[in-house]
């Protein structure tokens, strides 16, 4: 298995951290009751989508934006509480060590 596919493996495993997220608060500011399991949705989505571009290696811009697209679904799952910190430190590391991978 290769890192892209490890990494695409670790994405889709991933479950909503807190169904209730914000506290309980997200039905009134962000009008979703089940914000975790939309925001984890969306970063699976953004997910396989960079490695779909990853592996047909397309222009570095495709792969950039991609990447930059994964870092804001994390980063989104992250403040709605629906991943865990070490969770996302997990993901930003991981995507930054497939881009250096792919420097070499």
């Known amino acids: 298995m290769t890192n892209i596919d490890a990494f695409q493996e670790?994405?889709?495993r991933i479950r909503p951290n807190?169904?209730?997220?914000?506290?309980g608060?997200?039905?009134?500011?962000i009008?979703?009751?089940d914000s975790g399991?939309?925001?984890?949705?969306?970063?699976?989505?953004a997910a396989l989508a960079f490695a779909r571009v990853y592996k047909d290696n397309e222009s570095e811009q495709y792969i950039a934006a991609a990447r930059k697209e994964v870092l804001a679904k994390t980063m989104v799952a992250l403040t709605l509480d629906a991943i865990t910190e070490?969770?996302?430190d997990d993901l930003v590391s991981d995507l930054n060590?497939?881009?250096?991978?792919?420097?070499?």
Do not use: W
């Open 10 to 12: 670790k994405v889709i």
């Open 18 to 23: 807190n169904f209730m997220a914000l506290g």
């Open 25 to 29: 608060a997200a039905a009134g500011i």
């Open 31 to 33: 009008g979703s009751a």
């Open 37 to 45: 399991t939309d925001a984890v949705a969306q970063l699976q989505r």
């Open 86 to 88: 070490k969770q996302a």
């Open 97 to 104: 060590q497939l881009m250096k991978e792919r420097k070499n």
